[in-house]
């Protein structure tokens, strides 16, 4: 049977029957597609104990995975080959008997309270050419730091998921589908407001919530990426948007949030994934001591 056949019915049972996001999909088909170029097979019957085992070498010799992505890889396999032995392709998991690496534990990288202030000057007092796209950055940043959103989240805002009336955020089907509600405050919701103004003066009828200056669609991914790398190098502060989500964190926790809240208005499925911001937090360790 070929490879490329089953990778399509998988990825038709991952997005319509278990309901997984289109990154996830994306994910399942790149490495599929990488085993078989790597292997050099196009039948499923091809697939061997060698060469899988021959696959995560390479990637962890010659291509210098870490840690993380060779247990990316790694499951993503395995979840492709359980579906096959369970629609009878393949009568055995060659992922089981290969170890994966144990993943480093490091601190979640972040910013000061100072360097956040710095980006958020920065991003408002860009030289821009017009008042609109000072509005909307400085809006963008806010809602970063502020609100603690992923790109994609933020990307994919709509107009009637910004409540200011009840101070929230609607997280529409966020990391792992699932759906929450982001409380804002005060000074987000002023900055919010302030950029709505603008928007209102392009005319904007699209959906989403922060708009393109010259077209009705919504902010693009290589916009975001240009607007980060511009704010970065006139800031003289390298930084990624999710260094900026982990700096809300902290900073929540700094400001005397609780880690079950914390842990909701992140999205985080458990719990732990949170408990990692207190050791981030060296006031809180500090407090811990007395």
Aim: proline share 2%; net charge positive; charged share 25%.
């Amino acid at each position: 049977m070929n490879i490329k056949v089953l990778s399509l019915k998988f990825q038709d049972y991952s997005t319509y029957i278990r309901g997984y996001s289109k990154a996830t999909i994306s994910r399942y088909k790149m490495v599929i597609n990488f085993f078989c170029k790597f292997a050099e097979i196009t039948e499923i019957e091809d697939i061997t104990q060698d060469n899988v085992r021959g696959f995560f070498y390479f990637g962890r010799t010659k291509r210098q995975w870490t840690s993380n992505t060779f247990i990316q890889y790694h499951k993503t396999l395995g979840v492709f080959f359980r579906w096959c032995i369970k629609e009878k392709y393949m009568t055995s998991n060659f992922c089981e008997d290969i170890e994966t690496p144990k993943l480093a534990k490091r601190l979640p990288p972040k910013l000061t309270k100072e360097e956040a202030m710095r980006i958020m000057e920065v991003a408002y007092n860009y030289p821009y050419k017009y008042k609109t796209l000072r509005s909307r950055n400085y809006a963008i940043f806010a809602t970063f730091i502020f609100a603690g959103l992923r790109k994609k989240e933020l990307l994919s805002l709509k107009y009637t998921d910004v409540d200011l009336e009840n101070m929230s955020i609607f997280i529409r089907q966020g990391k792992g589908n699932k759906d929450r509600v982001v409380p804002i405050n005060y000074k987000l919701a002023e900055i919010l407001l302030k950029y709505l103004v603008e928007r209102k003066k392009l005319n904007r009828t699209c959906p989403e919530f922060f708009v393109s200056l010259n077209r009705n669609m919504g902010f693009t991914d290589s916009g975001i990426k240009r607007l980060t790398e511009s704010v970065s190098e006139a800031s003289g502060i390298e930084f990624t948007l999710h260094k900026l989500r982990h700096t809300f964190a902290t900073l929540m926790l700094e400001g005397g949030c609780d880690i079950y809240s914390l842990s909701k208005m992140m999205g985080h499925n458990d719990i732990k994934t949170t408990t990692i911001y207190l050791a981030a937090n060296i006031d809180h360790l500090r407090a811990q001591t007395r």
